[in-house]
C-alpha cells in the first residue's frame, strides 16, 4: 500500500536571488523558511518559502543561479504550480497583482474551481486557486491579509507527450484515484494528502520537450512519513525497473530521487525531521544555515552569495 501523501515541495530555478526573495515573501506573501545553498553547488542558495511552520504541503524552493538562460516550457516538464487560496479571494489578487505589474490572465473555471494564472519574475508559470477548505494555516507574519493569504499547495501539472505510464505510476506505486477529465487534461488526486493532493496530466503528444533553466520547475517532491515507508517505495520503484538513488539526507528530510516514464524528476521526502531541526519556529528563515560539510567553509561561502 502506497504511503504517499502528496506534494512535500517543488523546487524550481531562479536567476537573482534578491528579486526571487522578494516576490514571494512580499507580493505572495510567503514566508521565507529556509536559507541554506545548494548541497551540490554551495556557492548557490537554496531558498525555501513557505507557511508559518514550513509544513510539507506549502513548501515552494529555489535555485537562483545568476547567469542561467531562460527556460522553456513544454514536454516531460512539471509547467504549472498551483496554490490554495480561500473561495472570494481572487478579485483582491487580481489588485494586487496589478499594483505589483505581475503578468496574469483574468480568472477562468476548470472542473469545479476557479483560478488564477500568473508568472513570477523568472517566467514561472503559477496558479492561484479558490477551495473552500482551509487545511493549511498561512504565514501570520505576511503583509497579505490572512483571508486572502495563500495556504499551500493544490497541484502541480505535469505536462507529457504520453501520458499512459505517467498515470499508471501514480495510480499504482503512489495511491492516486482518476477524479477527472477534460479533452486532454486527466486530474490524479491523493486521498491521503491534507493540501497539495492534486496532480494533473496534460497530453499533448506533439509537443517539444521543454528546457529546464531560469522559471523552470526542477523536480517535484512527494511526502511520506518516514525513512521506513521511504524505502518501502524506492523497494517497489526499483521492482518496476525504476532507477531511484539511495536515501540522501538532506537535513530537514530524507530524499530519494527518480525519474517517472516521461523523465520528469521525482523526489519523495520524508516529513522527518523538518525545519525546525536547527532554527526554532520563531527564526525560521533568519540565518544562513550550511550542510555540516561546508560549515568549515562558512567565510568563503558566505562572500560568494548575494547579499539578501
Do not use: C
Not at 516576490?23 to 529556509?34: A, D, E, M, P
Not at 505517467?166 to 490524479?188: C, D, M, P, W
Not at 518501502?232 to 538513488?245: C, E, H, K, V, W
Not at 567553509?297 to 548575494?306: A, V
Request: proline share 6%; net charge negative.
Amino acid at each position: 500500500m502506497s504511503k504517499i501523501k502528496g506534494l512535500h515541495h517543488v523546487t524550481a530555478i531562479a536567476t537573482s536571488a534578491k528579486r526571487n526573495l522578494d516576490f514571494y515573501t512580499q507580493v505572495l506573501g510567503l514566508r521565507l523558511v529556509k536559507k541554506t545553498v545548494n548541497f551540490d553547488d554551495p556557492e548557490t542558495y537554496h531558498l525555501y518559502f513557505g507557511n508559518e511552520g514550513g509544513e510539507p504541503g506549502t513548501i515552494l524552493t529555489f535555485f537562483p543561479w545568476d547567469d542561467v538562460d531562460p527556460g522553456r516550457r513544454g514536454a516531460s516538464q512539471a509547467t504549472e504550480v498551483a496554490f490554495r487560496v480561500p473561495k472570494g479571494s481572487l478579485e483582491w489578487w487580481l489588485q494586487r497583482l496589478d499594483e505589483r505589474q505581475v503578468i496574469y490572465n483574468k480568472p477562468a473555471h476548470r472542473f469545479d474551481e476557479r483560478y488564477l494564472v500568473f508568472l513570477d519574475p523568472d517566467g514561472l508559470k503559477l496558479e492561484l486557486v479558490e477551495v473552500d477548505e482551509e487545511r493549511a494555516a498561512p504565514f501570520a507574519g505576511s503583509e497579505v491579509p490572512g483571508e486572502y493569504a495563500i495556504r499551500g499547495f493544490f497541484g502541480v501539472t505535469l505536462t507529457v507527450n504520453d501520458a499512459a505510464d505517467s498515470a499508471t505510476l501514480l495510480t499504482g506505486v503512489f495511491g492516486y484515484e482518476k477524479i477527472a477529465q477534460h479533452v486532454n487534461r486527466h486530474r490524479y488526486a491523493s486521498t491521503d494528502a491534507v493540501v497539495g493532493n492534486i496532480i494533473d496530466l496534460v497530453e499533448l503528444p506533439h509537443e517539444e520537450e521543454g528546457v529546464i533553466a531560469g522559471g523552470s520547475v526542477h523536480h517535484v517532491a512527494f511526502r511520506t512519513e518516514s525513512v521506513e515507508s521511504q524505502a518501502a517505495i524506492r523497494q517497489q520503484l526499483r521492482d518496476l525497473g525504476y532507477q531511484p538513488t539511495p536515501q540522501i539526507d538532506r537535513d530537514y528530510f530524507m530524499a530519494i530521487y527518480f525519474r517517472e516514464p516521461q523523465g520528469i524528476l521525482f523526489e519523495i521526502a520524508t516529513d522527518p525531521p523538518g525545519f525546525t531541526v536547527d532554527e526554532p519556529i520563531e527564526e525560521l528563515g533568519t540565518h544562513l544555515k550550511l550542510p555540516e560539510q561546508y560549515e568549515d567553509d562558512r567565510e568563503e561561502i558566505e562572500k560568494s552569495l548575494q547579499v539578501l
